[in-house]
């Protein structure tokens, strides 16, 4: 079994700074991309971030320059640096992560979601 949980929502003002971790555990091989998404009162889920097993970034239009993504694949772990948080930051942030997974002799691949993590900008 593989579980992804996420920590580091809280109440920040507008302005301030939180990081988000999400750590994978289980029986896992590798993890291929990770990512964060949110999700708003009455909105739609939306993609925040990704981050592919070899570094490379997306971003949403709506956080650029404020986000950061990053990784630490010894320790199975994606992080989300927020800052210049907005009111409109306020949601729930879910990690995703693309993972392999033991199968002997083989392996399977499959996403696995966490449960979410609520982060709220407020004054």
């Known amino acids: 079994q593989v579980q992804l949980v996420e920590s580091g929502g809280g109440l920040v003002q507008p302005g301030g700074s939180l990081r988000l971790s999400c750590a994978a555990s289980g029986s896992i091989i590798s993890i291929n991309a990770m990512g964060w998404y949110r999700q708003g009162s009455g909105k739609e889920r939306e993609l925040v971030a990704t981050i592919a097993s070899g570094g490379s970034t997306n971003y949403a239009d709506s956080v650029k320059g404020r986000f950061t993504i990053s990784r630490d694949n010894a320790k199975n772990t994606v992080y989300l640096q927020m800052n210049s948080l907005k009111p409109e930051d306020t949601a729930v942030y879910y990690c995703?992560?693309?993972?392999?997974?033991?199968?002997?002799?083989?392996?399977?691949?499959?996403?696995?979601w966490g449960k979410g993590t609520l982060v709220t900008v407020s004054s």
């Open positions: 995703n992560a693309e993972i392999v997974t033991r199968l002997f002799p083989s392996y399977y691949v499959r996403n696995y």
